[in-house]
């Protein structure tokens, strides 16, 4: 499977683990079961980056407050946004995927899955989050 497209699969299972927080490894394992996900590098990645993101969720969300415009709250932002970005974040943080592979294939899961202004949103609050790191 194309990283793309298992960055896809990954952002599905973390959606759905937004309204089943207590059974995530038992939720990983009927979608990979499910979807017939059979490499082995794909289910590490799908296992690592959840495990991951599960991890660090209260840093990744802090990192997500920090740079929303000073009005907004976490709590104002759709799951699915809330979901790309956490996953975006993750992988600039944590992997040596380049930061604008992240940000794009953020921007186009929002395309997809967002309304008419998740794109600009992920892109924003992205392009926020590697400013800051840059400056550190």
């Given amino acids: 499977m194309n990283r793309s497209k298992l960055?896809?699969?990954?952002?599905?299972?973390l959606?759905?683990?937004?309204?089943?927080k207590d059974e995530i490894e038992d939720l990983i394992n009927s979608y990979?079961?499910?979807?017939?996900?059979?490499?082995k590098q794909d289910i590490q990645y799908i296992n690592n980056t959840i495990n991951g993101i599960k991890k660090e969720e209260e840093n990744i969300s802090k990192i997500i407050s920090n740079n929303l415009a000073?009005?907004?709250?976490?709590?104002?932002?759709?799951?699915i946004d809330l979901v790309i970005l956490k996953l975006a974040i993750y992988e600039i943080k944590n992997t040596n995927i380049p930061f604008k592979v992240a940000i794009n294939e953020a921007v186009e899961l929002a395309k997809k899955y967002g309304?008419?202004?998740s794109k600009v949103f992920v892109n924003g609050i992205l392009a926020s989050v590697v400013n800051k790191k840059e400056e550190q």
């Fill in 70 to 79: 000073s009005k907004w709250t976490i709590e104002r932002i759709s799951k």
């Fill in 15 to 20: 959606y759905s683990l937004e309204f089943y």
């Fill in 7 to 13: 960055r896809e699969e990954t952002f599905k299972l």
């Fill in 115 to 117: 309304d008419d202004n």
């Fill in 32 to 39: 990979i079961e499910e979807n017939q996900i059979t490499d």
